[in-house]
């Protein structure tokens, strides 16, 4: 997320935070009560920083979730997710999908087409049945951390830079839109 956070900040003032498992050194990750209470002093803390601002939260892959579940208990303007992980474990019998129904956030999802935790056709199904304004940024060829294999940029004759400049485009045309 650092070089995200770097790009990111060409769009406005970007705030990150690390779990305390993550800090700890621990691979399981904490509970979800846990790191939506994480989430909300982090947000709480940049409002403080940041009063006049809109908020957008904007996570990768568990943390654009977690910030799903903090949108449905703190206001924010909107929700971007870098690699939703919908699927558990990559089974596509255990979907994450119920946070995402009862979103009431317009939400941008950036998922790339080789990505085993959100397949795209799973994630079209779910999307069709949100309540809420919903986008998708497809990265043609990207895995679960948008990255798309050296030979297929050959191939396309592009660089990841490239392709991570069109997902930096969409996302601030999302948080336009948002704003």
Same mark, same amino acid.
């Given at each position: 997320?650092q070089n995200?956070k =770097?790009?990111?900040?060409?769009i #406005?003032?970007v705030? @990150?935070?690390d779990?305390?498992y993550?800090?700890?050194? =621990?691979k ?5 009560p ?14 403080k920083r ?5 908020t957008?939260?904007? #996570? ?14 703190e ?7 870098? #690699?939703?992980? !919908? ?7 255990? !979907? =994450?999908?119920?946070?995402?129904? @009862?979103?009431?956030?317009?939400i !941008?999802?950036?998922? #790339? @087409? ?5 397949p795209l ?8 049945e ?6 998708l940024h497809?990265?043609?060829g990207?895995?679960?951390? !948008? ?10 004759? =592009? @660089?990841q830079?490239?392709?991570?400049r ?5 996302i601030?045309?999302?948080v336009?839109?948002c704003?």
């Open positions: 997320m995200w =770097r790009r990111l900040s060409e #406005g003032d705030e @990150t935070l779990y305390a993550t800090r700890e050194g =621990r399981r990750p904490d509970p979800l846990k790191l939506i209470a994480a989430h909300r002093e982090a947000l709480s803390d940049a409002r940041h009063p006049a601002e809109s957008i939260l904007i #996570g990768k892959s568990m943390g654009g979730r977690v910030g799903c579940h903090l949108s449905l208990e206001k924010v303007d909107g929700l971007i997710c870098l #690699g939703y992980p !919908l699927c558990a474990m990559g089974d596509r019998a255990k !979907l =994450r999908d119920e946070v995402l129904r @009862t979103l009431n956030t317009p !941008l999802f950036v998922q #790339g @087409t080789r990505d085993p935790l959100c056709d799973l994630l079209e199904r779910v999307r069709a949100m309540k809420t304004q919903n986008a497809v990265v043609e990207g895995d679960h951390s !948008l990255r798309v294999p050296k030979r297929q940029l050959q191939a396309t004759i =592009r @660089t830079e490239e392709i991570d069109q997902i930096l485009k969409a601030a045309g999302f336009d839109h704003r």
